[in-house]
């Protein structure tokens, strides 16, 4: 049965080139747009996934600013000054939270090495900085650690476009750097990350020190602001509610002030962007299984028109002893074969387009494309459906054929 079913294909491919060709190109089509749509879609997500995770991950970032609302006779517009003993009351009080730093900074220091001069950001931290906020050494190097915080070490953590800028190409870690006439040890350079979003600017062009050092050397008492992490962000909103209700304590405000300490909760946003990123998506996915739709349509139209051009040929068959499952197997096997080879063919030029854009520049806007299990199943899935019904409905008008009747047309 397959065989002739094969034999009756390849002779209608003979005669009807053309019409097949166009068949196989609105398959094509579909199936490309549905699996360039979806693996489009999934590759910026991730893309964009990856920018916010250089921010840091489930973290708080956390400014002190003024009461705005009297509290026990207290006046509103206080201002709120932390210091870092401050921070360290958070870390006895929380133990909840993974991590807590602070930041100091110093905007007017010259960084001079050699004739290269840069004024970049400078940020005294707490050696769990690093891993609160995604500033990861490469290899070779450090972040800083407790002993440069407790002997107040002149050592410094550089990002990697800071290294750039003062070291060109050499190797920058071990060497020293003249930060406003006093030396400085490089004891690491950040590893490169993505980063969309910052305060203060990119990491990248940031150099970080002992927040214990700046301190000392700078004359730094408040923080200019702090960060805090927790380890689920279903916990950010009770741990951001306990920080206020400590800082109210020692510094005799209403808890429910809000404008005392500012808080921008990161995980708001990322949570934000995961829900328009699912119907987003969705919305890709429908408008390319809708294109597939269209070319199963074409698909079906074109298979209505060979079963009036077969209709005598049916009759024959029919009046010989034909059942209706092989008259029906017979537009179903070439419907089905024509959508198998139309999909494979869809498949290898999304593959060759996907290869395209990695090996250009646009990744760096777009993220990096791959053909994804999750996409591939479900063109596969859309493609089959669209094929089943796209040859059943005319097999079953040509199964429905009387021999007689057919053979009058």
């Not at 006779?73 to 909840?96: Q, S």
């Not at 809708?290 to 074409?298: D, N, R």
Request: net charge positive; glycine share 10%.
């Amino acid at each position: 049965m397959l065989r002739g079913y094969l034999k009756q294909f390849l002779r209608d491919l003979r005669a009807q080139k053309l019409r097949l060709a166009l068949t196989l190109f609105g398959i094509v089509w579909g199936t490309t747009a549905v699996s360039l749509l979806l693996i489009f879609g999934e590759g910026l997500q991730e893309h964009i996934d990856l920018s916010m995770r250089g921010l840091g991950e489930n973290i708080v970032i956390c400014f002190p600013s003024r009461t705005s609302a009297p509290w026990r006779g207290l006046p509103k517009g206080r201002r709120v000054r932390m210091t870092a003993e401050d921070v360290d009351l958070l870390r006895r009080e929380i133990p909840e939270l993974t991590g807590v730093s602070e930041e100091f900074r110093v905007h007017t220091l010259r960084f001079k090495v050699g004739r290269t001069t840069v004024v970049p950001g400078f940020i005294g931290v707490s050696p769990e900085f690093g891993e609160i906020r995604n500033v990861l050494a490469e290899e070779g190097g450090r972040f800083l650690n407790p002993l440069d915080m407790n002997q107040r070490r002149r050592s410094i953590f550089i990002g990697d476009e800071l290294k750039n800028d003062l070291f060109g190409g050499q190797d920058a870690i071990g060497r020293y750097v003249q930060i406003g006439g006093v030396p400085f040890q490089v004891v690491g350079v950040m590893r490169p990350k993505s980063q969309d979003m910052n305060y203060n600017g990119p990491d990248e062009n940031k150099a970080f020190m002992a927040s214990e050092t700046m301190r000392s050397m700078y004359g730094n008492q408040y923080v200019n602001n702090f960060i805090i992490q927790v380890d689920d962000a279903s916990d950010v909103e009770s741990m951001m509610r306990k920080v206020r209700e400590v800082l109210a304590r020692r510094f005799r405000f209403d808890p429910d002030d809000e404008e005392a300490i500012m808080m921008w909760d990161t995980t708001e946003f990322r949570q934000f962007l995961n829900t328009f990123f699912l119907v987003f998506r969705g919305f890709l996915g429908v408008t390319g299984v809708l294109t597939l739709v269209v070319g199963g349509i074409g698909v079906s139209n074109i298979m209505h028109v060979v079963v009036e051009e077969r209709a005598k040929e049916i009759g024959i068959k029919m009046a010989l002893g034909a059942k209706r499952r092989y008259v029906i197997g017979q537009f179903l096997f070439e419907t089905g074969l024509l959508t198998v080879l139309g999909g494979a063919l869809g498949l290898a030029v999304t593959y060759a387009i996907v290869r395209a854009v990695a090996l250009s520049s646009l990744q760096e806007h777009i993220g990096t494309q791959v053909m994804s299990p999750t996409a591939v199943g479900i063109t596969t899935a859309a493609l089959g459906v669209v094929g089943i019904l796209a040859g059943y409905f005319p097999a079953r008008n040509a199964a429905n054929l009387k021999p007689v009747e057919a053979l009058r047309l």
